[in-house]
């Protein structure tokens, strides 16, 4: 086959996952209890048919084996995370012995293997005890935060040369403080974007951390899932609403991760309602000299706003839903299985604008992907044709493509995820991965997306 799309020599093809989601034995190996272990034994109604995060995937007894399925699908790359509760039970205190040599195996079988680590330190699993000492609304919770990243640092950092302090930081901010789908479930404002705030100084003060190390060739960034706002139209009122929602949603972590301060239309904003966080002395010299060294974008579907229906109820909590409505454009393209749209055209969008307002930073997809509900009835002689999923990731990647012809700095792209794996409250509704996971058994089986992806990464484009 001849190859019309070339990307740049080095290329990062691979996938993402995360501790919580993949990695089960919730309850073996020393590890603490996190808010998912402690929410879904609280509450497992609130999951899809009641299954929790106990066993997932079952990385943490099968990484060998799919560690060597990672490279036979030209894996050069993968990002997994670090539980919290494994490596420091309890958040803070003694290291745990038995998960620092559970890492330790992971990160050397994928290096033997030509995959390098990319390491993510926070993907929404907090460990209990430190959310009942008030989580990210806490500064002390900071600080254990950033003992726990140096510990990772200089537990695995001889090796691991690319690191990622937070992954969608912006999601336990909606789910649990804003929108109610995760724990704590608290409808607050204020208290949301003191979450987002700390959540930032967690960040800065991790990659100050980092650089003071001065590791050769190492390099520390963030996860941001980068949902452009597109307006209904060019009228005022629609884009002063996608305007909003794009401070709200895209630029609240953005810019001072990137840029090292907050916009300050956002700030004059919150001031206006008295939704501002507290803030220390020093914070604004810290978030200004700890700017990322690359920048990880999670990107599934657009955000499409217009100016508001209706007047906010005066009495209802403050919510950035005050400033627009969100939109359904007609015709739009849709997954039908997750009720997402598909645009892929966004992906380009995201990274001319980091070319043109953020210095062009060194970036990567590090998620992108499809889930499909009831994968099986699409199921051919042992096999799952999900010809549906290659056609969304080259459609994605012909955009990519597209933006690093025209001077985007994009070094990689990493879909969700490498095997079908346990999505928060949807559990297996959904099916992601280039592997599917039999939830009893455990075993794996390749679907056709993953054979074509190894000769993607082969030919190094399609």
């Known amino acids: 086959m001849s190859i019309q799309k070339k990307f740049p020599e080095g290329f990062w093809w ?9 990695e089960g034995a919730a309850s ?28 997932t995937s079952d990385f943490y007894h099968k990484y060998k084996q799919d560690i060597k399925l990672m490279k036979e699908i030209g894996h050069n790359s993968f990002r997994p995370s670090i539980s919290w509760s494994r490596l420091i039970p309890g958040g803070t205190g003694e290291v745990n012995q038995e998960a620092v040599d559970f890492y330790n195996n992971v990160f050397d079988e994928m290096i033997a293997n030509d995959i390098e680590p990319f390491v993510n330190l926070f993907h929404f699993d907090m460990p209990l005890e430190l959310q009942n000492a008030g989580g990210w609304e806490n500064r002390d919770v900071v600080d254990a935060y950033v003992e726990y990243a140096s510990k990772c640092f200089e537990l695995f950092g ?18 649990g403080y804003l929108y109610d789908f995760h724990y704590p479930n608290v409808v607050d404002a204020k208290r949301a974007f003191q979450v987002a705030y700390n959540t930032m100084i967690a960040h800065a003060k991790a990659v100050e951390e980092y650089h003071k190390l001065n590791i050769k060739d190492g390099k520390i960034g963030i996860i941001l899932n980068l949902t452009p706002s597109y307006p209904r139209s060019q009228n005022p009122a629609d884009l002063k609403a996608s305007n909003i929602c794009d401070l709200f949603f895209n630029r ?120 499909v509900q009831n994968e099986g009835r699409f199921l051919k002689d042992g096999r799952i044709e999900d010809d549906y999923r290659i056609e969304f990731i080259q459609d994605h990647l012909e955009w990519l493509h597209k933006a690093i012809e025209e001077g985007c700095n994009a070094k990689g792209y990493h879909l969700w995820t490498f095997l079908d794996n346990w999505s928060w409250m949807n559990a297996y509704k959904n099916r992601y991965g280039f592997f599917s996971v039999d939830i009893e058994t455990k075993e794996r089986t390749a679907k056709k997306s993953a054979s074509w992806f190894a000769e993607v990464s082969r030919n190094n484009g399609f």
Do not use: C
């Not at 691979?14 to 993949?22: D, E, L, P, Y």
């Not at 073996?28 to 066993?55: C, M, Q």
């Open 14 to 22: 691979g996938s993402a996952a995360s501790a919580t989601q993949m």
């Open 28 to 55: 073996e190996g020393g590890k603490g209890l996190n808010i998912w272990d402690h929410w879904y034994a609280t509450e497992p109604n609130r999951f899809f048919e009641g299954v929790g995060p106990e066993s």
């Open 158 to 175: 001889d090796r691991v040369k690319k690191w990622f302090t937070f992954n969608e930081p912006i999601v336990p901010v909606e789910g």
């Open 252 to 371: 609240s972590f953005l810019d001072p991760a990137v840029l090292g301060e907050y916009p300050q239309e956002l700030i004059e904003l919150l001031r206006e309602h008295g939704q501002l966080p507290e803030t220390k002395d020093g914070d604004k010299e810290l978030l200004k000299n700890n700017k990322v060294d690359l920048l990880g974008v999670n990107y599934y579907q657009p955000r499409r706003v217009k100016a508001k229906e209706n007047l906010p109820n005066p009495y209802s909590p403050f919510m950035p839903d005050w400033f627009f409505d969100n939109y359904e454009m007609p015709g739009r393209k849709m997954n039908p299985y997750r009720g997402w749209e598909i645009y892929e055209k966004g992906i380009y969008d995201i990274m001319i604008n980091l070319k043109e307002n953020y210095g062009n930073i060194e970036s990567f997809i590090s998620e992108n992907g499809m889930g």
